[in-house]
Structure formats: C-alpha cells, structure tokens
C-alpha cells in the first residue's frame, strides 16, 4: 500500500483529501506546515507528497527547497503542489524548484487522485527500469570477471610457487623464496575471495544450477573433511566425524550441498584454536537431512549473530578481528543450500562456540525444514 501524506493547514479541506485519499486504498500522514512536512517525510518515508504552498511557519516552497537541496535520498519523491495560486508565473516557480506537479484550489478529487496514480506509477517504472539496467550491467560485469580476475591471479600462484619451490634452481638468497612464500599465501588469500564473490554473484543471476545425479551425503561430508584438513594442515582443531555411519542418499545438488559444507567447516575450524574440537552430525529428521556443525570457537555476539551470513560481516569486526577475509562463506553457504530448497541456522553464544545447523531435503520435499532445538 502506498503512502502519501498531505501537508495541509485548513483541517477541513486536510480531512477530505485524506478521506478520499484513504477511500482510493492509500495509506495517508497528515502535517499542518511545512516544518511538521519535513519531519513527516523523514520519519514516515511516503511514496508521494501533497503540499499546499501558503502555510504558516515554513510554507510549500522552502519545504521543496529544504527537501530536496538538504535530502537527495528523497530526490525520487513526487512532490506535488496544491494552491489557490494559479498563475502561471506561480506554477513555473514551483516546476523550477523541482515540483512534479501543480493542482489548484478548489481540488478537483477525480483528477488528484489520478495525478497521485499517475506519478507513483512513473516512479515505479523509473525503477524498474532502473533494476534492469543494473541487473543487465551485473550480468555484464559477471561474463568478464572470471576471466579478468582468474588469468592474472593464476599466474601469480604458479610463478610464486615455483620460485619457492625453487624449481628452476637455487635462488641465491634465501629472503627471496620467504618473499615468493608470502606473494603465494596472499594470491592464495585473494584467490579464495574471488572465487567466493564470483559464486555468489554467479547464484543470484540465476548462472548456477544444482548437480541432477543422487549422491551420498555421508561421503561428501567426509571427503569435505578431509578438504578442510589439508587446507588447515597442522593447525587444524579435532574434527570429529564417523564416516563409518549408515549412508544417507540425497536426490541432487552435490555441488551446493558440498560447497555450503566446505565454508561452514571452514568457517568452524577458522574461529577454533588448535586445541579446541569441531563436531560434525548427521541424523534423519521429517525428511531432511540434518547436519550440525559444532565448534568450540570463539562463538558469535548476538548482535552479529543477526547478520552472520549478510556479505562482509564477520564474527569478529573493528581493529580487534583476529582473522583475515571479508565473511563471504556463510553467505555462499546459505545461498547454496537455499537453492536446493534447504535451510541454514545459527545458534551461538559470544567465547562458547557456535553450532550451525543444515537441513537438505531428502526428496521432493514442499514442506518447510524441521524446526529443530
């Protein structure tokens, strides 16, 4: 429902615009100046404003003026003029100061309330118009990226890899392959984060589709174990998982599934020491599969816990954030299992680890996932 207000000072002719406004299905704030007008607008936000011009305090004009020279965020807003001034050099004033339209007294409710149809309409198509310009220009931008990206950050790795490695022969100097180790730990750093953004960005243009082949979840589980393991190498925390347990078999959607559990495990091992533990289940629920993460990690703020899987947020934020990376994984890991019509849920306690909960559907399942304690 929109909403339009109605900066008006004579209460009777306020009263039935509002009413008329209310009976045509419009939700309506009502101000009596121009001062209550500007307040009006930035607390209520309405789709459309209806502003006498000879008001008490600050009349129609300086509220236009104040709105749209101090509020560009309100640039949008169709400002619409009502007044007994109906000459023409009152009208060009209002149009110059940015008026969307001018209708005068005595109103004439069939054609104002056809003005208010008639502008919120051609708001609504500017910004359609708009959101497909940007979502062809993404779509655009998404084409080119892996290439531009992917060429120059692979050959960085390899040609740091190899003069670390010393392939060719002895560098000489032995600061030269720390410096070749730190160019590949930070073009392995970039890489990661590249790659996130393009899946990401890649999932809501529609560009990425879910594995058809059915698959068992128990092995793609135990081999992303055994992924995050290596990566983590001797700094990995305990993971405890049985890969020796009943299989469980699920319809499609390998590559998502598998690519929510890598950032999730990821994710858990990052904000666990060492000498903590992560805790991987899997059981049946309602015809879900339910698998949680538990970490003994650092754990999340409840404030941030709201936000978590929101691009760039991290569990730990500011100049006292212990780890690298701009907290992409759970937003990738929620935007995977959603596309296979599953669910994600986080539950954690600041300095008392975190559990993250994953429901997949079993089949072709409608119904929602399994609330779950």
Known sequence: MSRILCVEDEPALRRVLVEELALAGYETVEAVNGIDGLTAILESKPDLVLCDITMPKMNGHDLLKNLRLGHPEYAELPFVFLSALADKADVISGQKIGADDYLTKPVDLDILLSTVDSRLKQVSRMR???????ESLRSQIIATMPHEFRTPLNAILGYAEMIKGQ??????????????????????????????????????????????MPFDLVEVID??????????ASETPRIQFDPAMTSLNLPAGQNLLAQALREVIDNACKFTPVEGHVEITVEEVDKFAVITVIDSGVGIESEVLKTISSAFIQGESGSTRSYEGLGLGLTLAEKSVSMIGGSIQFESAYRNGTRVIICAPLGDVADAAPALS
Do not use: W
């Open 223 to 232: 081999s992303t174990v055994r992924f995050v393991q290596t990566r983590f």
């Open 128 to 134: 359609e118009l708009r959101q497909s310009e940007m």
């Open 167 to 212: 392939m060719l022969g002895p560098i000489g100097n032995e600061a030269y392959v720390e410096y070749a180790e730190n160019i590949y730990e930070g073009g392995q750093r970039l890489h990661d984060t590249v790659e996130k953004i393009l899946a990401i960005s890649e999932m809501s243009c529609g560009q990425v589709t879910a594995d058809a």
